[in-house]
């Protein structure tokens, strides 16, 4: 009787199974511990990985100029990008928290002045009434519309100071992520070789090209999206500044977004264009005007020549992104955001690519290094 009460011993191929399991569990769970200790810092690693992979055939360059000094290099690379996050950025990012902060003192005292609606608004379809009313109402009594509005303005208003306040903490990010990814740029082809073993033991044959996609798309994205853009809002920050505009930073940080979001900011430039010709003299309009539209059309002329390849991550997808990315990690979430999801869309595209196109990817990405090398060689 005792002998049917006893479990039945396990076979050799249950014992491995067993095994398997609890080994699979502990991986599990220290790679989860390291992700826990991490987490505060993945963010700024990944950034300065993008910029250690979006700079690197500069440091390539510039490495050959200072006669294979490598060390050198990178420590030019490093102090400019310093003297950018300490300079136009910080800048930009004090501006911002100004702006911030007088919009929203300005809202809570009712000072600023909106003008009448015109009559023209209550044929707009489904919405005119409304907007008519809750125009006229903005520019009669602010503060009565401000009360009424108050339950869906306060999480806009929230979210404004949010981004306000967290400015220095931002900014220390970003002067840690370029500090660390100058460290990156003189082991950066050990560690490629490092990251391709490890995705050719999870993709099998596919591993090396996700890497090379990986590293691509990451250039194409940073330089032809994230550098343009904050080109373009230096570059418009300083005619805003230059000009006395009211709340330039906040307006340059809406510039920021439209131009990473490929819409362009000519869609927030040009009602200040035509505002600087009621404001300023036929001159100093005109001036500005030429100025700004410059600013608008910057990118039409600087995309070609920076990015390789034409970026085929859609603008649905860089959207999210830079939604996604700034709710998740806030100012910097802003820049990383998008670049993360387009390494994966193009990753997913290429894992569902059909087998006969697979053999035009390393082609591909051979014409996107090479003239990549010509540009930065010229």
């Known amino acids: 009787m005792n002998d049917h009460a006893r479990p039945a011993p396990l076979s050799t191929s249950d014992e491995a199974f067993v095994v398997l399991a609890i ?7 220290v790679a989860y511990w390291a992700l826990i200790l991490i987490g505060p ?22 490495s050959a100029k200072f006669l294979g000094h490598r060390a050198l290099a990178a420590t030019a690379i490093t102090v400019c990008g310093l003297v950018i996050m300490l300079g136009p950025v910080t800048w930009l990012g004090i501006s911002l928290a100004d702006s911030a902060q007088m919009l929203s003192a300005r809202l809570s005292d009712g000072t600023i002045a909106i003008p009448a609606p015109p009559e023209t608004v209550k044929a707009w379809p489904v ?11 903005a520019s009669t009594n602010l503060r009565e519309m401000l009360v009424q509005a108050a339950p869906q303005l306060k999480p806009l208003g929230a979210g404004v100071l949010t981004v306000a306040g967290s400015v220095g903490i931002n900014l220390l990010k970003f002067i840690l992520a370029t500090i660390i990814s100058g460290f990156l740029f003189i082991p950066g082809p050990r560690l ?30 940073s330089r032809g999206v994230i550098g343009i853009a904050v080109v373009q809002t230096l570059l418009a920050g300083v005619g805003l500044i230059l000009g006395g505009v009211p709340a ?5 940080f809406v510039v920021l977004l439209l131009a990473i979001i490929q819409i362009g900011p000519a869609i927030i430039l040009i009602p200040i264009v035509v505002w600087s010709w009621f404001v300023w003299t036929p001159g100093m309009a005109a001036l500005f ?26 603008m649905p997808v860089i959207l999210v992104g830079v939604l996604g990315g700034t709710l998740a990690h806030g100012m910097i979430g802003l820049f990383v955001g998008p670049v993360v999801l387009s390494i994966a869309w193009q990753l997913l595209a290429l894992w569902f690519r059909d087998e006969t196109l697979k053999q035009d990817v390393p082609e591909q990405l051979a014409n996107t290094k090479r003239e990549a090398e010509e540009d930065w060689g010229r």
């Open 127 to 137: 919405i005119g009434n409304k907007a008519y009313e809750i125009w006229q109402l």
């Open 289 to 314: 005007s030429v100025y700004m539209i410059l600013v608008s059309l910057l990118d039409n002329i600087l995309r070609p020549l920076v990015m390789a390849k034409g970026l085929s991550t859609p």
């Open 41 to 62: 810092f993945l963010t700024i690693l990944i950034w300065s990985t993008i910029i250690a992979v979006a700079l690197y055939p500069i440091f390539e360059w510039l």
């Open 192 to 221: 490629v070789h490092s990251v391709k073993n490890v995705f050719q033991h999870l993709a099998a044959k596919r591993g090396e090209m996700f890497v090379d996609v990986t590293g691509a798309t990451i250039r194409n994205v």
């Open 248 to 252: 330039a930073g906040l307006i340059s």
């Open 23 to 29: 080994r699979l569990v502990c991986l599990g769970l």
